[in-house]
């Protein structure tokens, strides 16, 4: 079973930019056609995706947070990051980061669930 | 709409079958999954697919679509069982993978 684990500081300034790692361990991140996701859970509320990449760099971002997600994917490592710019308290969150989204297929991306999950990291946005 | 609804509280009593629901109109095009969550824990896939259940998951669990609304059945739950639900599937339309808000479900 993939493993994975999230990195990154708790801690991020408001209008700063967020940055998060996650390492795929026991498994590459160049494995399959999986593709690799970020999730993200405000404190007591629901999950949220962010966006989804593949190893090729392809990747696809949910639309209320495309215009600051980035995501990166460094296949020598068997990693992938996120970063979010522009932070405000709003952002503040529980950070997934998950295998899974899509995977690719002959149509381009097609769904598959997030079948395995990092366990998880808090990111606070105060000054 | 990429919206998934699901209702926000159920109850069931302990070893009763319990059905919750996710209804969306990207349903009728793509299929569920399903996420069990426990406080300060990862969620957990549990259910995939038509009706399949990761290794380690409980035949208790079940799922099923029927047109624009996917269903997670626990047969004869446990106190376990108690925690929140979550729905998961994909705009193909706007490339967007959406989760519905979640169910909590408490065992009486």
């Known amino acids: 079973q993939v493993q994975l684990l999230e990195s990154g500081p708790g801690l991020v300034k408001p209008s700063q930019t967020l940055s998060l790692t996650c390492t795929v361990s026991v498994g590459s991140i160049t494995s399959g056609a999986y593709y690799w996701s970020w999730i993200r859970q405000r404190p007591g509320k629901g999950l949220d995706w962010i966006g989804s990449?593949?190893?090729?760099?392809?990747?696809f971002y949910n639309a209320s947070l495309r215009s600051r997600a980035s995501l990166s994917v460094d296949t020598s490592k068997s990693q992938f990051s996120l970063k979010l710019t522009a932070v405000t308290a709003a952002d503040t969150a529980v950070y997934y980061c998950?295998?899974?989204?899509?995977?690719?297929?002959?149509?381009?991306?097609?769904?598959?669930?997030?079948?395995?999950w990092g366990q998880g990291t808090l990111v606070s946005v105060s000054s | 709409s990429s919206e998934l609804t699901q209702d926000p509280a159920v109850s069931v009593a302990l070893g009763q079958t319990v059905r919750l629901t996710c209804q969306g109109d990207?349903?009728?095009?793509?299929?569920a999954s399903w996420y069990q969550q426990k406080p300060g824990q990862a969620p957990l896939l549990v259910i995939y697919g038509r009706n399949n259940r990761p290794s380690g998951i409980p035949d208790r669990f079940s799922g099923s679509t029927s047109g624009d609304t996917a269903s997670l059945t626990i047969s004869g739950a446990q106190a376990d069982d108690e925690a929140d639900y979550y729905c998961?599937?994909?705009?193909?339309?706007?490339?967007?993978?959406?989760f519905g808000g979640g169910t909590k479900l408490t065992v009486l």
């Open positions: 990449i593949h190893y090729s760099g392809s990747a």
């Open positions: 998961n599937s994909r705009d193909n339309n706007e490339n967007h993978v959406v």
């Open positions: 998950a295998r899974g989204g899509a995977y690719d297929c002959s149509r381009g991306a097609c769904y598959t669930p997030f079948d395995s």
């Open positions: 990207i349903l009728r095009s793509e299929s």
